[in-house]
């Protein structure tokens, strides 16, 4: 009898302790919580958010780039047109109606061979006085383009200059390919359609003017 009420004894205070906490070496607790966790939530996370970063980062670099892409035309034609106007104005020979590397000799000795002989001939009548305003123009022409303002007639004007130089001065030049000026009514051709929709005068008064 006495041994049978120790082992009941024993029972009711195995019952009464409290067990102890189990520890991260179980077999249920650690590997569950520990790696399997970091597992999930480190390498994995960085994965997938790896490439769709540089994918967001590629397509921002190309709409800035798209934005951007006619901006080095438009400064090149613009100093360009600046730098041909007041080497013009300063070149006194350049504006005289006779003498060698003037405008009057210069057009005479296309006329025959200008696809237009008529430009040609209307320039002959004042060739001092078609110097001046072919100078003046690239002049217009270079700097409304530096400066974005009213980059379209800038385009235009910039056009129909390369247009007529190319109809007349080059156009006997073969293959065509050498010749400057046609190249230069091409290149015009974009500012025209587009504009100067970045770093422009353009775009600061039209914001302006949507701010009223």
Do not use: C
Request: net charge positive; aromatic share 6%.
């Amino acid at each position: 009898m006495t041994g049978q009420a120790d082992r009941q004894n024993d029972t009711a205070d195995d019952r009464e302790s409290p067990r102890a906490p189990s520890t991260g070496s179980d077999a249920a607790g650690g590997p569950a919580s520990g790696p399997a966790g970091g597992l999930a939530s480190g390498p994995a996370g960085g994965l997938a958010s790896g490439p769709a970063a540089r994918r967001g980062a590629l397509a921002r670099w190309k709409a800035t780039a798209s934005r951007y892409a006619l901006l080095p035309l438009r400064i090149f034609l613009g100093v360009t047109f600046v730098y041909a106007g007041l080497d013009k104005l300063t070149d006194t020979s350049f504006l005289a109606d006779t003498g060698t590397g003037s405008i009057g000799e210069t057009m005479r000795g296309v006329r025959d061979s200008s696809a237009v002989p008529a430009l040609v001939d209307l320039a002959l009548h004042s060739p001092s006085g078609f110097g001046y305003a072919l100078a003046l123009g690239e002049l217009a022409v270079g700097i409304g383009t530096l400066l974005g303002l009213l980059a379209r007639v800038a385009a235009l004007g910039g056009a129909l200059i390369s247009l007529s130089l190319w109809l007349t001065v080059s156009w006997q030049v073969s293959p065509y390919y050498l010749g400057n000026d046609l190249a230069y009514l091409m290149a015009w051709l974009p500012l025209l359609l587009a504009g100067a929709p970045v770093l422009s005068l353009d775009r600061l008064l039209a914001a302006r003017r949507r701010m009223r």
